[in-house]
């Protein structure tokens, strides 16, 4: 297929400014029990071929599943009667520079997710329900897997032409108790589709799904009847998890550079940061190091090249609490002069076109210690763990976040169970407020599913590497 | 783009390939999506795509493999796999799908728009052109998403069902002012792109950026709010999910669990998922090939119907069926939901009219980044976005800093005052996957107690 698309490519140079064309084949299997039941297996392949060219600075792509030479030419023409029939744009800012990326990759995976049988990971999942299983108040019981195997090849007219192999696995569990009016819900090892890492099936079984089911339930069973969380200003543990979600909308959003140009204000919004603010805006206390890493093992934003065939990096967003860099790519490093692109374009199947996509945007290890060590340092305040609801404005600027569990913390000593916390803020007062992160044993890798952004929407899947982090002054609720 | 005949032919063939208790759904689409931002073209989007997707069913259990390719060994090998699928489940033993739905005949609809079907994908282009006229004319800085589609689905089945669909949709948004400033908001939703007026929709979203003077800020406090028709189906698309879905309902999880029959909202309220509404985005069947029949869900106030695919309503038990409201061929873990909600207009002629008896409230055109807090209180939380205005001794007094608002939509339904007469389709879809247009119905109307509960 490579070969097809260079030569596409070179039929393209001297029809447009720029082209390139990514052919994409995904496979995809998914499986749930609920309930007991087995329900919902499903599988699916996928293939096509993206173009997409830049005419007077205008940009036009077309896919198609048909991945003939004819069918390319066919999708070339489309992307550039397309590019052609959009309004002018003189002056458009050329494309940052980047060498011809040449090659090929392939993330790790050890255990090929295809190749185990149906009856293993079904069994594997049988067993985590049953051990949810036991308490009538617990209304919905669901185990999942997760298996995705995605294979590219990209040319350009700039001389681009490799191959890239993506393993993607994953697992859940989640227990929702219900007792009159007060429903509660518990995930493990995380919300949102559970904990997915670009490897084998070697990570599903380390999830040890069933091994946690019973403590999974009896927590949602116990959450019914728990105080609900004291409201006030109060200082907070949250758990690795929830330091990923707050990372990836308060600060990986809020530093795509296409965002902060505008480029997204008719959908995704844009960015309380602008591009003038790199190198001196305080973004939040000396304990905020956030580093933009495409090179980290098992991260599903981890990469040989971007979508625009850019070599994956790994560069500082924030040091030391201050703005040093922002996700770019090829086109807005142009636009603001940067010397080449962050390597952050990446699109959603052969379909849908690049944006900028967070990397792997990891909160880097502190001196805190574990959990245990944060919490010992806080006389008064709460525990929140596992995110269960998001929401924040269309700048990044203003969150509010809930959890599904709570738990005091008195005398430096983790306490008894809260229930319906929700906290809010603004983002840099937020992460001014950062008082102390984990240290690299409490440190761990977080992948999600579900990014969404751009029209025609895109979900990307990105990890987050996170420990647990203390914050001082927090406005916390109850959603009661 | 593939002909209604040439999907059946597949989704026949794929039936065969499966053999025994099978259904397959062949669906392809067209569409063009252009977008602007700071005036300028951004990305412009042509897709060509087809799926067919194939349920196995074996002994109470389901097996679903999707197909990119029409051909027969592309139908074969994904009806191989759902087999085998179906099959490794059954080693479990039985499972509870109750089995494929019988035939039945769905009613015709006037859904489908030949001439967008047809469209150039540089008429994209033009469309952009005539949106940045109106704002040079007003000088005034635009970001707009045009996009249209086409899209064509045939489903059969081994119970005899034979039926075939199509539906277009156009889309236009606009987000008019400075990226540092106030900026407004104007959309519309249709089948056909020639009934949306793009420069009257981009001058409706400059009208509401250029409101004079300084933004007021208004406090943490419930306030009395009219809520354009965007905010509405924002709020009404949530509670489709955290109301109506039959399977959760049936599980204790929903928000009218053990409440059907009571009194939820206002007197006023009737809402109802209805296909063929005049306005609305129609469709003939759902991803089960079961007919969409209207059914009512408020009715005067008062909770009467959820949803159900064929899965849910076998849960539901008691003799229940399928409502036509399957999204996937055999039932999403999600379970199923309205995609065709009308809520039915009041008595206001305007917006103005129900601004007229509000001392001090708020005007919202629309909220974003809505998502449940406690969804079985239909509990939501989200911010207001482009167009919130100070509302003063009954008219719109000037521009006001965006809120968040932490609410339950039933308990805004129960506060709510008014509506306006005439209801208009909002679309609310982002077109995440495969293209499946859908929308909400709907009028503005007045509330009291809107929950405040920060400022942004």
Same mark, same amino acid.
């Given at each position: 297929?490579?070969?097809?698309?260079?030569?596409?490519?070179?039929?393209?140079?001297?029809?447009?400014?720029?082209?390139?064309?990514?052919?994409?084949?995904?496979?995809?299997?998914?499986?749930? +029990?609920?309930?007991?039941?087995?329900?919902?297996?499903?599988?699916?392949?996928?293939?096509?071929?993206?173009?997409?060219?830049?005419?007077?600075?205008?940009?036009?792509?077309?896919?198609?599943?048909?991945?003939?030479?004819?069918?390319?030419?066919?999708?070339?023409?489309?992307?550039?009667?397309?590019?052609?029939?959009?309004?002018?744009?003189?002056?458009?800012?050329?494309?940052?520079?980047?060498?011809?990326?040449?090659?090929?990759?392939?993330?790790?995976?050890?255990?090929?997710?295809?190749?185990?049988?149906?009856?293993?990971?079904?069994?594997?999942?049988?067993?985590?329900?049953?051990?949810?299983?036991?308490?009538?108040?617990?209304?919905?019981?669901?185990?999942?897997?997760?298996?995705?195997?995605?294979?590219?090849?990209?040319?350009?007219?700039?001389?681009?032409?490799?191959?890239?192999?993506?393993?993607?696995?994953?697992?859940?569990?989640?227990?929702?108790?219900?007792?009159?009016?007060?429903?509660?819900?518990?995930?493990?090892?995380?919300?949102?589709?559970?904990?997915?890492?670009?490897?084998?099936?070697?990570?599903?079984?380390?999830?040890?799904?069933?091994?946690?089911?019973?403590?999974?339930?009896?927590?949602?069973?116990?959450?019914?009847?728990?105080?609900?969380?004291?409201?006030?200003?109060?200082?907070?543990?949250?758990?690795?998890?929830? +330091?990923?979600?707050?990372?990836?909308?308060?600060?990986?959003?809020?530093?795509?550079?296409?965002?902060?140009?505008?480029?997204?204000?008719?959908?995704?919004?844009?960015?309380?940061?602008?591009?003038?603010?790199?190198?001196?805006?305080?973004?939040?206390?000396?304990?905020?190091?956030?580093?933009?890493?495409?090179?980290?093992?098992?991260?599903?934003?981890?990469?040989?090249?971007?979508?625009?065939?850019?070599?994956?990096?790994?560069?500082?967003?924030?040091?030391?609490?201050?703005?040093?860099?922002?996700?770019?790519?090829?086109?807005?490093?142009?636009?603001?002069?940067?010397?080449?692109?962050?390597?952050?374009?990446?699109?959603?199947?052969?379909?849908?076109?690049?944006?900028?996509?967070?990397?792997?945007?990891?909160?880097?290890?502190?001196?805190?210690?574990?959990?245990?060590?944060?919490?010992?340092?806080?006389?008064?305040?709460?525990?929140?763990?596992?995110?269960?609801?998001?929401?924040?404005?269309?700048?990044?600027?203003?969150?509010?976040?809930?959890?599904?569990?709570?738990?005091?913390?008195?005398?430096?000593?983790?306490?008894?169970?809260?229930?319906?916390? +929700?906290?809010?803020?603004?983002?840099?007062?937020?992460?001014?407020?950062?008082?102390?992160?984990?240290?690299?044993?409490?440190?761990?890798?977080?992948?999600?599913?579900?990014?969404?952004?751009?029209?025609?929407?895109?979900?990307?899947?990105?990890?987050?590497?996170?420990?647990?982090?203390?914050?001082?002054?927090?406005?916390?609720?109850?959603?009661? | 783009?593939?002909?209604?005949?040439?999907?059946?032919?597949?989704?026949?063939?794929?039936?065969?390939?499966?053999?025994?208790?099978?259904?397959?759904?062949?669906?392809?689409?067209?569409?063009?999506?252009?977008?602007?931002?700071?005036?300028?073209?951004?990305?412009?989007?042509?897709?060509?795509?087809?799926?067919?997707?194939?349920?196995?069913?074996?002994?109470?259990?389901?097996?679903?493999?999707?197909?990119?390719?029409?051909?027969?060994?592309?139908?074969?090998?994904?009806?191989?796999?759902?087999?085998?699928?179906?099959?490794?489940?059954?080693?479990?033993?039985?499972?509870?799908?109750?089995?494929?739905?019988?035939?039945?005949?769905?009613?015709?609809?006037?859904?489908?728009?030949?001439?967008?079907?047809?469209?150039?994908?540089?008429?994209?282009?033009?469309?952009?052109?005539?949106?940045?006229?109106?704002?040079?004319?007003?000088?005034?800085?635009?970001?707009?998403?045009?996009?249209?589609?086409?899209?064509?689905?045939?489903?059969?089945?081994?119970?005899?069902?034979?039926?075939?669909?199509?539906?277009?949709?156009?889309?236009?948004?606009?987000?008019?002012?400075?990226?540092?400033?106030?900026?407004?908001?104007?959309?519309?939703?249709?089948?056909?792109?020639?009934?949306?007026?793009?420069?009257?929709?981009?001058?409706?979203?400059?009208?509401?950026?250029?409101?004079?003077?300084?933004?007021?800020?208004?406090?943490?406090?419930?306030?009395?709010?009219?809520?354009?028709?965007?905010?509405?189906?924002?709020?009404?698309?949530?509670?489709?999910?955290?109301?109506?879905?039959?399977?959760?309902?049936?599980?204790?999880?929903?928000?009218?669990?053990?409440?059907?029959?009571?009194?939820?909202?206002?007197?006023?309220?009737?809402?109802?998922?209805?296909?063929?509404?005049?306005?609305?985005?129609?469709?003939?069947?759902?991803?089960?090939?079961?007919?969409?029949?209207?059914?009512?869900?408020?009715?005067?106030?008062?909770?009467?119907?959820?949803?159900?695919?064929?899965?849910?309503?076998?849960?539901?038990?008691?003799?229940?069926?399928?409502?036509?409201?399957?999204?996937?061929?055999?039932?999403?873990?999600?379970?199923?939901?309205?995609?065709?909600?009308?809520?039915?207009?009041?008595?206001?002629?305007?917006?103005?009219?129900?601004?007229?008896?509000?001392?001090?409230?708020?005007?919202?055109?629309?909220?974003?980044?809505?998502?449940?807090?406690?969804?079985?209180?239909?509990?939501?939380?989200?911010?207001?976005?482009?167009?919130?205005?100070?509302?003063?001794?009954?008219?719109?007094?000037?521009?006001?800093?965006?809120?968040?608002?932490?609410?339950?939509?039933?308990?805004?339904?129960?506060?709510?005052?008014?509506?306006?007469?005439?209801?208009?389709?909002?679309?609310?879809?982002?077109?995440?996957?495969?293209?499946?247009?859908?929308?909400?119905?709907?009028?503005?109307?007045?509330?009291?107690?809107?929950?405040?509960?920060?400022?942004?």
């Amino acid at each position: 297929m490579l070969d097809a698309l260079v030569d596409l490519m070179d039929a393209a140079a001297s029809r447009c400014a720029y082209a390139d064309a990514r052919w994409v084949d995904r496979s995809r299997e998914s499986a749930s +029990v609920v309930d007991g039941a087995i329900e919902a297996i499903g599988v699916s392949d996928e293939e096509g071929i993206g173009v997409r060219v830049r005419v007077d600075g205008a940009w036009g792509f077309a896919a198609t599943q048909d991945v003939s030479r004819a069918g390319l030419e066919g999708g070339l023409r489309r992307a550039l009667a397309l590019a052609e029939g959009q309004p002018r744009r003189p002056g458009a800012a050329p494309l940052a520079p980047v060498g011809p990326a040449r090659g090929s990759w392939e993330g790790p995976c050890a255990v090929d997710p295809f190749g185990v049988s149906l009856e293993e990971k079904l069994g594997l999942l049988l067993a985590a329900d049953e051990a949810m299983a036991g308490d009538a108040r617990i209304a919905r019981r669901r185990a999942s897997t997760v298996a995705e195997r995605t294979v590219k090849a990209f040319a350009s007219t700039d001389g681009a032409a490799c191959e890239q192999a993506f393993t993607e696995c994953g697992g859940a569990i989640v227990a929702v108790a219900v007792e009159g009016g007060e429903l509660q819900v518990r995930s493990f090892p995380s919300a949102h589709d559970g904990d997915v890492a670009q490897a084998g099936w070697e990570h599903v079984r380390a999830l040890d799904l069933p091994g946690h089911g019973a403590r999974v339930a009896d927590e949602a069973v116990a959450l019914l009847s728990a105080p609900p969380c004291p409201a006030g200003p109060t200082t907070v543990v949250l758990g690795s998890e929830q +330091v990923a979600l707050q990372l990836h909308e308060s600060i990986g959003h809020a530093l795509e550079l296409d965002r902060m140009l505008g480029s997204e204000a008719a959908y995704a919004g844009t960015s309380w940061v602008a591009p003038d603010d790199v190198g001196s805006l305080r973004y939040g206390s000396d304990a905020l190091n956030v580093v933009a890493d495409a090179t980290l093992p098992g991260g599903l934003g981890t990469y040989g090249w971007d979508d625009e065939g850019v070599p994956a990096r790994r560069f500082r967003l924030v040091e030391g609490g201050r703005l040093v860099a922002t996700l770019s790519s090829r086109e807005t490093a142009g636009a603001t002069g940067l010397g080449g692109s962050g390597g952050a374009m990446r699109a959603d199947g052969f379909a849908r076109q690049p944006l900028v996509r967070m990397t792997n945007v990891s909160l880097e290890p502190g001196d805190g210690g574990t959990l245990e060590d944060l919490v010992s340092g806080v006389d008064e305040g709460l525990y929140l763990e596992t995110n269960r609801s998001w929401s924040i404005d269309d700048r990044r600027l203003h969150f509010q976040f809930a959890t599904e569990l709570t738990r005091e913390i008195r005398g430096g000593e983790l306490g008894g169970l809260r229930r319906n916390a +929700v906290y809010a803020g603004v983002t840099p007062r937020f992460w001014a407020s950062l008082d102390a992160v984990g240290s690299a044993e409490a440190w761990r890798v977080h992948g999600l599913l579900n990014c969404g952004k751009g029209e025609p929407g895109q979900l990307a899947h990105v990890s987050h590497g996170t420990a647990p982090a203390r914050f001082v002054g927090v406005d916390v609720r109850t959603a009661e | 783009m593939r002909s209604a005949d040439e999907l059946l032919d597949a989704a026949r063939r794929g039936v065969r390939a499966a053999g025994g208790e099978a259904l397959a759904r062949a669906v392809g689409e067209r569409s063009v999506t252009a977008r602007l931002a700071r005036s300028a073209p951004t990305q412009a989007t042509d897709v060509e795509r087809v799926r067919v997707e194939i349920l196995c069913v074996r002994d109470g259990h389901t097996g679903l493999a999707v197909a990119t390719g029409l051909d027969d060994a592309a139908l074969a090998a994904a009806a191989r796999r759902a087999h085998d699928v179906a099959a490794a489940a059954g080693h479990a033993g039985p499972g509870d799908f109750p089995g494929l739905p019988a035939p039945a005949v769905a009613r015709g609809h006037d859904g489908f728009d030949a001439a967008t079907a047809a469209l150039d994908a540089r008429h994209a282009g033009g469309e952009l052109g005539a949106a940045l006229a109106e704002s040079e004319r007003a000088g005034v800085e635009l970001a707009a998403t045009w996009t249209a589609g086409a899209v064509t689905e045939a489903v059969a089945s081994s119970r005899g069902l034979e039926a075939t669909d199509a539906v277009t949709d156009a889309q236009f948004k606009a987000v008019a002012g400075p990226l540092a400033g106030p900026r407004g908001y104007a959309a519309r939703t249709a089948v056909g792109a020639g009934a949306i007026d793009v420069a009257a929709v981009a001058h409706e979203a400059i009208g509401r950026a250029s409101s004079r003077g300084r933004p007021v800020a208004i406090g943490c406090n419930e306030v009395t709010v009219v809520l354009g028709p965007d905010a509405v189906a924002e709020l009404l698309d949530l509670l489709g999910a955290m109301a109506f879905d039959g399977r959760a309902h049936a599980e204790g999880r929903g928000a009218l669990s053990g409440r059907l029959g009571q009194r939820v909202a206002a007197p006023g309220i009737s809402l109802s998922d209805s296909v063929r509404f005049p306005g609305t985005l129609p469709r003939a069947f759902d991803a089960e090939g079961v007919p969409k029949a209207p059914i009512p869900l408020i009715q005067d106030g008062v909770a009467h119907r959820v949803v159900h695919d064929v899965r849910s309503a076998a849960r539901a038990g008691g003799g229940q069926a399928s409502t036509g409201h399957a999204t996937t061929p055999g039932g999403a873990v999600a379970g199923p939901g309205p995609r065709n909600l009308v809520l039915a207009g009041g008595g206001a002629t305007n917006e103005a009219e129900l601004a007229a008896p509000v001392e001090r409230g708020l005007y919202v055109t629309r909220l974003w980044y809505l998502n449940p807090v406690r969804a079985k209180e239909t509990l939501v939380t989200g911010v207001t976005r482009e167009g919130t205005f100070l509302i003063e001794d009954g008219r719109i007094a000037g521009p006001a800093h965006e809120v968040r608002v932490t609410d339950s939509v039933l308990r805004l339904l129960s506060a709510t005052e008014a509506l306006t007469r005439q209801p208009r389709l909002v679309g609310t879809t982002q077109f995440y996957g495969p293209r499946f247009a859908h929308g909400v119905v709907c009028p503005a109307l007045r509330a009291s107690g809107f929950r405040v509960t920060a400022a942004v």
